[in-house]
């Protein structure tokens, strides 16, 4: 009897270390517009990391930006900024022009706590990131890089990082390698864990940060996306 219940014991203890809590964030999708109750009803309910999709380059994107992030910021412990990349601009000029465009509003880089860049099909305002050839692929890591080069003039490399999933990084990098000194946001799939992840572009996990495993589910009165955070 006490065998059993010793043996009890330990497979409890095992299934507690193994089952890991996570911490649960929501992600505000560009065209979404919550109220600062929303934000207070996402707090109530443990969601206490925002990440919003604020910042395009066309500036006065900007202002939803600020927005959010100062109702985020009165409810949630940690508000990130995610954007996309216009392919249309020069990629120097275009996030120069974003951190003009906040300082312009009064949204100081403490005001957030990371900025994701999101690398993603079927997200360009005009076009698409092609993917057609090698040189197409070799085009848009350059890109990127002149787009990381520019953001680190503005913000420690701890504060940046990419938004983006296994087969769009392969298809629009080839698989480059060029994000590895920066903290991964990944999409994966429905399940509010991080087993199914599998290194890409580089990327251990010891690089993820979080994970995207729900689109467009109705919270609070409005619409967001889910993630959970490392
Ligand atoms: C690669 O594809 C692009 C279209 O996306 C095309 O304009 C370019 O000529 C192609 N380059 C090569 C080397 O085939
Ligand atoms: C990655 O994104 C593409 C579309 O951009 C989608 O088709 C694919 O299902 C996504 N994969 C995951 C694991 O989210």
């Known amino acids: 009897m006490r065998k059993l219940f010793i043996c ?137 890089s002149n787009v990381l080069d520019t953001i680190a003039n503005y913000l420690e490399v701890n504060r940046i990082g990419f938004e983006t999933n296994e087969s769009d990084w392969n298809r629009i990098t080839g698989g480059s390698t060029i994000g590895i000194g920066f903290d991964l946001y990944y999409h994966g799939n429905y399940q509010q864990s991080f087993e199914d992840f599998t290194p890409f572009g580089g990327w251990t996990f010891s690089q993820v940060e979080m994970k995207k495993y729900a689109t467009s589910k109705d919270i609070c009165q409005e619409s967001f996306d889910l993630a959970i955070i490392q």
């Open 8 to 144: 009890f014991l330990a497979i409890l203890l095992i299934s507690i270390t193994f089952s890991r809590c996570f911490d649960l964030a929501f992600d505000i999708p560009y065209n979404a517009k919550p109220l600062n109750e929303d934000y207070a009803c996402l707090a109530d309910k443990g969601y206490y990391t925002g990440v919003i999709e604020g910042l395009k380059s066309n500036g006065n994107c900007a202002l939803d930006a600020e927005y959010k992030l100062n109702f985020c910021n009165q409810h949630q412990s940690r508000c990130d900024l995610s954007f996309d990349l216009d392919l249309d601009k020069d990629p120097v000029k275009q996030i120069d022009d974003a951190f003009d465009c906040l300082k312009g509003l009064n949204v100081q880089n403490y005001k957030f706590n990371k900025l994701w860049i999101i690398v993603e099909l079927g997200r360009q305002a005009n076009g698409e990131w092609p993917i057609s050839n090698d040189s197409d692929r070799s085009s848009n890591v350059e890109f990127i």
